[in-house]
C-alpha cells in the first residue's frame, strides 16, 4: 500500500503543559520529556492514522513481542534553536533512512520517509516552546518502532507502534573520560545486528561496561569478536584515533554502526585538509603509539556528545594516558558542527534543515 504523500496529521493538544515546571537553566540529560509525542500504529500491513498526542504511558499486552524478543530499533538525533528562536535539524534523513536499516535487519516494517518527517515538523512545531536554546542545550529527540503485537512465540510481531518522543536536554559532556579496552566481551559479531540501533544491543554492552567501571574506567573500547586485536567503537560512539596528524577511524561494517556524527568528522577532516585514513586500527598500533608519543588524541562521536574526548586506556593490565593537548582536533571538529548545528556557521555542506 502507497501512503499519500503528505499525511495528514491529526493533532491533539494537551490541556496541561508541564513546561512551567521544569528549570530550563539546569537540564539533565534524556529525563525531562515535552508536553506531546507522535505516535503511529501498524495493523494489518499498513501504517495507521499519524497523530500528536499529550505525552503519555503506553498501554501493552504481557505478550507484546517488544517484551520477549527484544523486536525494537531506535534513533538519535537533536533540534536546536538558533539566537533568532529559528528551529534547525541536522542531517535528519540520515537518522530517517537509518531507522528503516535497522527495521529491516530486525524484521520491522520500514515506515515512509513522510510519515517520519511530517510527523516529526509537526511534533516540533507544537512543542516548540520546549527546544532550549542556551548555549550547548538541545531538545534531544527519540524515534523508535518496537514490536506492539503479541505472542509467546518467536516470530515477528503483526503490530508496530512507532513514536517520536522529545527531552530538552543539557550538554551530554561528562568530561574526559578513561577507557578500557576490550578482551572477553563483544558488542556485535560478523553476520549480527550491530550495525542497526537495535535495543538489544545496547541492553548487551551495560554488563561489560560494569565490569570496566568496577575497574576505575568510564567506558568500554569494543573490538572485533574474532580476535579482540581491532578496535571498532567507544561504548555507543564511533572511535577516532590521532596518530601523529592523521586522523584515524574504523571502516563501517556489519558490526559497526554508521554514525551521522563520524560520517560529518570525516567531510570536516578532509575539507580542513587533515590527512585522514578509514581503516582497520590494532591494539598492538595504539600501544606502541601511546609509548613513543605519537598517539595524540582518541575520541568517541556521535550525536549525544558530538565529541567524548579519551584522556587515556586501559589494556590488559596496563594503562596509557594521552597526554593534554591544547587546539586538538576533538575541540576543532567540535566547534564545526555545534557551529553549523546552532546556525553560527555557514552551511557548506548542506546538512542544516530548518524546521518552520
Ligand atoms: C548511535 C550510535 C553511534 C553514533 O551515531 P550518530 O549518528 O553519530 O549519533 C555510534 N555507535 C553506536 C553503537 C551507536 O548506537
Redesign the pocket.
Known amino acids: 500500500m502507497q501512503v499519500e504523500m503528505k499525511p495528514v496529521i491529526r493533532v491533539e493538544k494537551t490541556k496541561n503543559s508541564k513546561i512551567s515546571q521544569v528549570d530550563f537553566s539546569n537540564l539533565p540529560f534524556g529525563k525531562v520529556y515535552t508536553d506531546h509525542m507522535f505516535i503511529c500504529d501498524y495493523k494489518d500491513g499498513q501504517w495507521q492514522e499519524p497523530k500528536v498526542i499529550p505525552y503519555q504511558n503506553i498501554s501493552l499486552d504481557p505478550s507484546a513481542k517488544i517484551f520477549h524478543y527484544g523486536q525494537s530499533v531506535f534513533e538519535?538525533m537533536k533540534a536546536y534553536k538558533d539566537k533568532d528562536g529559528k528551529v534547525w535539524l541536522f542531517r535528519p534523513l540520515e537518522n530517517q533512512k537509518r531507522l528503516n536499516i535497522s527495521s529491516k535487519r530486525l524484521a520491522i516494517p520500514e515506515l515512509p520517509e513522510e510519515i517520519f518527517m511530517e510527523g516529526l515538523k509537526e511534533l516540533l512545531k507544537v512543542d516548540k516552546n520546549w527546544i532550549p536554546q542556551s548555549e550547548g542545550s538541545s531538545l534531544y529527540i527519540r524515534p523508535f518502532v518496537f514490536a506492539s503485537g503479541n505472542g509467546f512465540h518467536a516470530s515477528p510481531a503483526d503490530k508496530y507502534t512507532f513514536i517520536i518522543a522529545c527531552s530538552p536536554s543539557g550538554s551530554y559532556f561528562a568530561g574526559k573520560v578513561k577507557v578500557l579496552i576490550e578482551q572477553t566481551y563483544s558488542r556485535s559479531a560478523n553476520g549480527g545486528v550491530g550495525y542497526a540501533?537495535a535495543g538489544g544491543?545496547y541492553a548487551g554492552q551495560f554488563y561489560p561496561t560494569q565490569l570496566a567501571v568496577d575497574k576505575g574506567f568510564q567506558q568500554v573500547i569494543w573490538t572485533d569478536d574474532t580476535s579482540h586485536e581491532y578496535i571498532e567503537?567507544a561504548g555507543?560512539?564511533?572511535i577516532f584515533v590521532r596518530i601523529n596528524d592523521t586522523l584515524l577511524t574504523a571502516p563501517t561494517s556489519d558490526r559497526i554502526?554508521d554514525?551521522?556524527?563520524?560520517k560529518s568528522i570525516l567531510d570536516i577532516a578532509n575539507d580542513m585538509g587533515i590527512d585522514v585514513e578509514v581503516r582497520k586500527i590494532s591494539v598492538t598500533e595504539l600501544v606502541e603509539a601511546a609509548q613513543n608519543g605519537s598517539l595524540k588524541e582518541m575520541f568517541g562521536?556521535?550525536?549525544?556528545a558530538v565529541i567524548s574526548p579519551i584522556s587515556g586506556f586501559g589494556y590488559q593490565d596496563k594503562t596509557f594516558d594521552i597526554p593534554e593537548l591544547k587546539n586538538s582536533y576533538a575541540e576543532q571538529f567540535k566547534k564545526h558542527i555545534t557551529d553549523i548545528q546552532y546556525n553560527r556557521a555557514q552551511d557548506k555542506f548542506g546538512w542544516r534543515y530548518e524546521v518552520k
Open positions: 538519535g540501533k544491543n567503537e555507543a560512539m564511533n554502526l554514525g551521522v556524527t563520524r562521536a556521535g550525536t549525544a
